[in-house]
């Protein structure tokens, strides 16, 4: 046995399965040599934050000696008012990931097996590895959450199904009457994950972002954040909405004080901030249809999206493909998401961004294209 070996041997080990977790890597935040001047790679909110949710941190600034409330009440009582919830049902996080996390660790264990769909936010294999259960993985149909693709794949080693309602980095959706079917098609004892991180910005009159199913159901658990619509990423803060039981047992295994005071602050301002909700929402509204337009025109495919982001297909052409148009972006400071890891090794999730940042990257792209 070598030395190297021998050291390994004699260290602390990780469990079994903890080192085939591919680690999580962020959309990059810098464009080449350090230069940026417009980051799309994110899902940011070009908006920034409320104001009322920047002053409420201030409240908090002078106390930071003292622990916060363990159990968020505040927060969860402004959640609660503002979706007709009853607060003992919700539950606050570091961002929605903690909540997903937490299910899975609660529900899931070895010889466990969890679903998710082919394109599906990253974090739901890592959160069922960590967990020591088994990801199984349904494939989509035209960028899409494929129901019967899922429920083909149940077995009675399955315990929990994840759905990202819009998903991403697709931006595709999937119609409550198509979430339905898949909630009656899986058995009572299997958990129905529904993320709806981008629900603020779906303006479909057959979406539903998952809180009539987790109002009435005992095995349905929706997900929001506060990073995206409402600009608080940085402060990390997320809910979730289920049945009792659920919340009672996630309760026992989330840290005493996980959700800082001033994110607990920032998300009261915040979740009761209408006027600021709404125009980051208009926003997206008149700028999401203008960058697929202008994309399309370039002769570039563009995923239909219902978030705030678009999943952009480059052609598959020497000097033209998507890695080659990321590189391009980048010695131009701008920063959008290469997705090979999602499974989109020839495309690039764009943020809808400013007017300026919307149109830069555009004209970037039809000189990188040729067509300027």
């Known amino acids: 046995m070598s030395e190297a070996d021998l050291t390994r041997s004699e260290r602390p080990q990780p469990r079994a399965g903890v080192m085939e977790i591919a680690a999580y890597v962020p959309g990059k935040s810098k464009g080449t040599h350090g230069k940026t001047l417009h980051k799309l790679s994110s899902n940011e909110t070009p908006l920034g ?6 002053a409420a941190i201030e409240t908090v600034a002078h106390n930071l000696e003292l622990y916060p409330d363990g159990a968020a009440n505040e927060l969860r009582d402004a959640i609660a008012e503002t ?5 003992d049902r919700i539950i606050c996080g570091a961002g929605s990931d903690e909540i997903l996390s937490f299910l899975a660790y609660a529900y899931l264990g070895a010889g466990d097996e969890a679903i998710y769909s082919e394109h599906g936010f990253l974090i739901y294999d890592i959160a069922i590895r960590a ?5 199984v993985v349904a494939p989509e149909t035209d960028l899409k959450t494929d129901v019967d693709a899922i429920l083909a794949r149940v077995s009675d080693k399955t315990k929990m199904v994840f759905i990202a309602n819009p998903n991403n980095p697709t931006g595709t959706y999937l119609p409550f009457e198509e979430v339905k079917r898949l909630h009656e ?7 129905l994950v529904l993320d709806a991180a981008y629900g603020e910005y779906v303006r479909k009159n057959d979406y539903e972002s998952g809180i009539e199913l987790a109002a009435t159901s005992d095995n349905v658990v929706m997900t929001r954040t506060f990073s995206k619509v409402y600009g608080l990423a940085n402060l990390r803060i997320g809910w979730g909405f289920g049945p009792s039981h ?6 026992r295994i989330r840290g005493p004080f996980n959700v800082s005071g001033m994110a607990i602050a920032a998300g009261i301002a915040a979740v009761q901030d209408r006027e600021f909700l709404t125009r980051a929402v208009e926003h997206n509204d008149e700028w999401l249809p203008w960058v697929t337009a202008e994309l399309e025109k370039l002769g570039l495919k563009v995923t239909p999206s219902v978030g705030n982001f678009v999943l952009v297909h480059f052609p598959d052409e020497d000097g033209k493909r998507a890695a080659d148009a990321d590189a391009y972006l980048l010695q131009h400071g ?3 998401r290469q997705v090979a890891n999602y499974g989109l090794p020839n495309a690039l999730r764009m943020t809808v961004g400013s007017e300026e940042a919307n149109r830069t990257v555009v004209e970037h792209l039809k000189t990188f294209l040729g067509q300027a």
């Open 246 to 251: 659920i919340i009672d047992a996630l309760n």
């Open 83 to 87: 979706y007709g919830l009853h607060p």
């Open 185 to 191: 098609g899986l058995p009572a004892h299997v958990l």
């Open 131 to 135: 967990a020591g259960a088994t990801p």
């Open 49 to 54: 934050a409320s104001p009322k949710a920047k």
């Open 334 to 336: 701008c920063v959008l």
